[in-house]
C-alpha cells in the first residue's frame, strides 16, 4: 500500500489558528503531510524588508512542533520547491483559496490541487498591524 503525501507551502512567519485549521485539514487528506517554508530571503522578497518576524529555523522548529506536520523543507526558489515536491512524489497540494485563479506551483507535478477556504479574521499581516 502506497503512502499519500499531501503538501501545503507558505511563509508561516507568525502562527495563528488559521494555520493550524489548514495543517490539520490538510492531514487528514492522506498519511504524511509535508509543509514548506519559504527561506528568510524569498520571504523578504515577497513581504518587504521588514519580515520575516521569525528567522526561518526558528519558524521550522516551530512547525515541526505541530502534531499534523511529518516534516518541513525550507526552500529558496519555486524551482527548488519543484524539486522537493518531485523527490517526496507530493500527491496533492493544498493551498489556500485565495490562488482558485492563480497558477499553482508545482501543479503540473502533483496529481490534484485543493483549495483551501481561508479562515475569516486570521492573517499574519494583520496580526502584525497591532
Not at 526561518?56 to 522548529?61: A, C, L, P, Q, V
Not at 526558489?77 to 493544498?94: A, K
Not at 489556500?96 to 479574521?121: A, C, L, M, W
Request: glycine content about 6%; charged content about 30%; hydrophobic content about 35%.
Amino acid at each position: 500500500m502506497s503512502t499519500k503525501k499531501i503538501w501545503t507551502n507558505g511563509c508561516y512567519d507568525i502562527l495563528h489558528v488559521g494555520h493550524i485549521a489548514l495543517f490539520e485539514y490538510a492531514k487528514s487528506l492522506g498519511d504524511q503531510l509535508i509543509v514548506g517554508i519559504d527561506s528568510d530571503k524569498r520571504v523578504k522578497e515577497l513581504k518587504g524588508k521588514d519580515r520575516p518576524f521569525n528567522c526561518e529555523t526558528d519558524r521550522k522548529k516551530m512547525l515541526e512542533s505541530i502534531k499534523y506536520i511529518d516534516q518541513v523543507f525550507i526552500f529558496e526558489t519555486q524551482e527548488e520547491m519543484c524539486d522537493i515536491l518531485r523527490y517526496n512524489s507530493i500527491d496533492i497540494i493544498v493551498i489556500g483559496d485565495e490562488y482558485k485563479h492563480r497558477q499553482v506551483t508545482g501543479s503540473n507535478i502533483v496529481k490534484e490541487v485543493i483549495y483551501f477556504p481561508k479562515i475569516t479574521g486570521y492573517s499574519t499581516t494583520s496580526i502584525l498591524d497591532k
